[in-house]
């Protein structure tokens, strides 16, 4: 058996790929562990669930350190297997509980098998609602137009306790972290001043309706195969704001840059359709993208000086873009745009970051 698993090790050798952009901060403390061959306990039961003759090529994953790998079949048949370590096992009933709640309200890839550490799934694909968006808009338009049913399905699933809800403590850590490492360490500017409105923001914020949030609900996440739109990497789900995912999806990764201003108030009010919501939805919407967009700059500052991933910057001047639109919609935050760093030179952010890297590092 010794032999045989040595022999199953190195057949299975997998080509691993460079890591994508992924969630926000709360990830920062993992130690990233770079599995490119599956591992034995993984292999035994994937033998076990398809049988011999597959071979296993890694992915691109999250920020988490889950591994995920394609696996092929000797019948050509694709699979996903999603591999945690053991320091992060106890994720697995996490997403498998999510899984159960998700799975009658919105269009997922079916869990096939699963045991300790190892689940099997079907492959939906690399193609996502991201790639369609920029490589044809108008096709993207017509599949963001059905994601809006998904989310609007997702949110069906009711009440969830997997994951404790979003709170206004929560909200607020968020854009301390913006504070901190955009502001006051990439801007260089005193960030006191702007610690009433990021607490007035995170207590507004968390006073709207509350519905079921997936947390990440944006492009890269809604996988397309054909006509038909899968979601993945749903586990962090939770009750939160009820435009919280909306303005992930038509803000997150710049795609406002392509949908333009009016296809966005018009998704916006597809949801509204579409979710029975009433007339404030309009404003909850960029309170909440107002929220997003602040605290994701925490993330984009931080991995740079942190961990010397420079091109994180590049999502800084949509991510603004945004904050100023909402500032448009939004008259009554005029003021945070005294206190705030909106005037941003990418060239002088990658020089400041890589100073503050070589002395964290240093």
């Known amino acids: 058996m010794p032999g045989r698993a040595r022999r199953d090790r190195l057949r299975n050798k997998a080509r691993h790929e460079s890591k994508t952009p992924g969630r926000s901060s709360r990830r920062f403390g993992c130690r990233r562990i770079r599995v490119t061959t599956l591992p034995q306990q993984a292999v035994r039961y994937v033998d076990e669930w398809l049988g011999r003759g597959w071979t296993a090529e890694a992915l691109a994953g999250d920020a988490s350190v889950r591994a995920y790998y394609r696996i092929r079949s000797a019948g050509d048949e694709t699979f996903i297997v999603a591999w945690y370590p053991d320091e992060v096992r106890d994720q697995l009933g996490q997403f498998l509980g999510a899984y159960e709640i998700v799975v009658s309200h919105a269009p997922v890839p079916e869990v096939i098998q699963h045991g300790p550490g190892v689940m099997l799934q079907r492959d939906a694909g690399d193609r996502t609602l991201f790639d369609v968006l920029h490589e044809e808009r108008a096709e993207g338009l017509r599949l963001y137009r059905a994601a809006i049913d998904l989310l609007a399905g997702f949110q069906q699933a009711g009440v969830c306790n997997i994951n404790p809800p979003f709170t206004a403590a929560f909200f607020f850590q968020e854009l301390e972290m913006a504070r901190e490492f955009y502001a006051e360490k990439l801007m260089g500017m005193d ?5 009433p409105f990021l607490q007035k923001i995170a207590e507004v914020v968390s006073q709207h309706p509350y519905t079921l949030c997936h947390r990440d609900f944006h492009g890269q996440n809604i996988h397309v195969i054909g ?32 949908l333009g201003d009016a296809t966005e108030l018009e998704l916006l009010e597809n949801y509204r359709n579409a979710t029975k919501r009433d007339e404030g939805v309009r404003r909850r919407y960029f309170e909440a993208l107002l929220q997003r967009s602040i605290k994701i700059l925490g993330t984009f500052a931080r991995q740079p000086i942190d961990r010397g991933r420079l091109h994180y910057l590049e999502f800084i001047p949509a991510t603004l873009e945004s904050i100023r639109r909402c500032i448009d919609e939004l008259p009554h935050w005029s003021e945070l745009q005294k206190v705030f760093p909106l005037e941003f030179s990418l060239d002088a952010a990658r020089e400041r970051a890589e100073e503050l890297n070589r002395g964290a590092t240093g």
Do not use: K
């Open 191 to 195: 960030g006191a001043p702007l610690g």
């Open 227 to 258: 006509e038909s739109l899968y979601l993945i990497d749903y586990q962090d789900l939770r009750m939160g704001p009820d435009t919280y995912d909306l303005a992930s999806l038509l803000r997150d990764r710049g795609v406002a840059r392509i």
